[in-house]
């Protein structure tokens, strides 16, 4: 028995916890892409926690936090581990802490109506139970299997149906949280005087540890309208993206794909159903071929030629609301887009769409095992500065790997750009270097597109977080608010005890965090 297991069972000897070495292997990381090139080589879990606890309770966890502050012992508040940017990467004096046990609904008020749940509860089956309810609470990201409410609030989350639900800011009204100090807080949305939910929600487990939220609910709806268009440019596909956001209609679902993403969708082979797994093989090495030089086969696709073999661009939206609201709404929609150079194709796209909108996000391993690596990138600027961006942050990522994007979570003033890239080792790599080569490129790449992003006035992030991936770049984007921030940090969490090295930037660090 580790001296940190035996000092915390003597402080807290009900509270659940594991050294065991699968468990300690399991919680050593989240999703970020990078992670799974390390894995490939061989390094399953460089990261591994002392200890995992979990507890049942908003007492348990003031116990803990207590106890880390005496102990300057670090907490990892952990929800259910599908973070994308390296929010989780412990060290051997780090306590995680597990919130699943934590799912109980404490106060349901369908006349309100609001809901306040606990952190730990997963996504879909809070949503099933609230279905079954007749309420929603609208909130759908792609990781809704394997999510959480407190990670959606520690990531500030959005789900695929934010044009008309909004993001994870707009539905919590309430939060109850521990500080760093071990103070258990009701932070309430209020109009007049400070209002600090926002503080914590997009915190990253750094400022405090969220054990309920009181969330804003929805009647559920039966009624939908479903349509698609394509357009000759993504440029034209944005273009009528703004005019009908700031017309005021709001469709749940606006996803707009660029012209090679959209040939994907057409054929059904972006997030349109799972195919059979074939172990890597020559296909897998002709790929990983092409992709050690990406940068003909991008300028190619943007060309126009490009552009006109892949059918142009596409818009899918799905309309929802009471009554005959989405009809209504489907009609004036068809209206403004059609002037703004959209050609109605139906509802069919839209309607594939919705049937399988959560497969893209488990279609990751058989890339990884092909010796390639695989990401997404989430920015997002007003609308008179997103072609800067887009066209910006496409060239950057295209000098070394293969890019394609859409557009979704549109707002009056602005959008969403969310790149998805593929790529390989540059050439000239080895065998038993690959791995190693693919990070270089990775980094790289990296890199040069965070900088493109600022340069054109966009955000590092929309909706994933920064975790350890961008942190070292936050300086750039916020300036004098990467102070606010430590402040922040300094207040609620003196000891520096909560997810220590996630969001905040080193004040040094400048390089993306080792795997």
Not at 90 to 103: A, I, T
Not at 472 to 498: C, M, W, Y
């Amino acid at each position: 028995m580790s001296e940190l297991e035996r000092d915390l069972a003597r402080a807290l000897p009900a509270l659940r916890t594991s050294t065991d070495p699968a468990d300690r292997v399991a919680y050593a990381r989240d999703l970020w892409p990078r992670h799974h090139l390390a894995v490939r080589a061989g390094n399953v879990a460089a990261h591994r926690p002392g200890i995992i606890v979990w507890p049942s309770s908003t007492d348990d966890v003031r116990a803990l936090v207590m106890w880390a502050n005496a102990t300057r012992t670090p907490l990892v508040p952990f929800g259910a581990g599908s973070g994308v940017c390296a929010g989780i990467l412990p060290r051997e004096d780090v306590v995680v802490v597990d919130l699943k046990r934590m799912n109980r609904w404490r106060r349901f008020d369908p006349r309100a109506p609001v809901l306040d749940v606990e952190a730990g509860h997963l996504g879909l089956p809070l949503e099933e139970e609230l279905g079954r309810r007749g309420f929603t609470l609208g909130h759908f990201p792609s990781s809704i299997l394997c999510s959480t409410v407190g990670g959606w609030i520690a990531a500030r989350s959005a789900g695929q149906n934010s044009g008309y639900y909004g993001k994870m800011e707009d539905m919590v009204a309430a939060l109850e949280c521990v500080t760093g100090k071990g103070d258990v807080v009701t932070l309430q949305r209020r109009t007049h005087g400070p209002d600090l939910v926002p503080l914590i929600v997009g915190s990253e487990g750094t400022l405090a540890i969220v054990t309920s939220a009181t969330l804003r609910l929805h009647r559920a709806t039966a009624t939908r309208g479903f349509a698609s268009w394509s357009f000759p440019s993504t440029e034209d596909g944005w273009e009528a993206m703004r005019v009908l956001f700031q017309s005021g209609l709001r469709p749940a679902v606006c996803r707009l794909y660029d012209p090679f993403d959209a040939m994907l969708a057409r054929r059904g082979s972006v997030s349109h159903g799972p195919k059979k797994e074939r172990a890597p093989g020559a296909g897998a090495a002709v790929l990983r071929a092409l992709l050690r030089r990406p940068a003909a086969f991008n300028a190619l696709i943007d060309s126009g030629l490009g552009t006109k073999a892949f059918g142009g661009a596409l818009i899918v939206a799905v309309f929802e609301g009471p009554g005959d609201r989405p009809v209504r709404d489907l009609e004036a929609a068809r209206r403004i887009v059609e002037r703004s150079r959209g050609e109605y194709r139906g509802e069919g796209p839209a309607r594939r769409w919705l049937s399988h909108r959560y497969a893209i996000s488990y279609r990751q391993a058989p890339t990884i095992a092909s010796g390639l690596f695989l990401d997404t990138m989430e920015i997002c600027a007003t609308w008179s500065r997103l072609g800067a961006l887009y066209h910006g942050v496409r060239r950057a990522l295209g000098e070394s790997v293969f890019v394609m994007a859409h557009l979704s979570h549109a707002y009056p003033d602005g959008c969403c750009i969310y790149f998805s890239f593929a790529g390989s080792a540059a050439p000239g790599a080895k065998a038993g270097e690959w791995d190693a080569a693919c990070e270089r490129v990775y980094d790289a790449t990296w890199q040069r597109a965070l900088d493109a992003a600022i340069a054109a006035g966009g955000t590092l992030a929309h909706h994933h977080g920064a975790g350890r991936s961008k942190a070292p770049h936050l300086g750039k984007e916020l300036g004098a608010g990467v102070d606010v921030v430590r402040a922040l940090k300094r207040a609620l969490d003196p000891a520096g005890i909560l997810n220590p090295g996630n969001l905040i930037p080193a004040p040094t660090a400048t390089e993306a965090v080792p795997s």
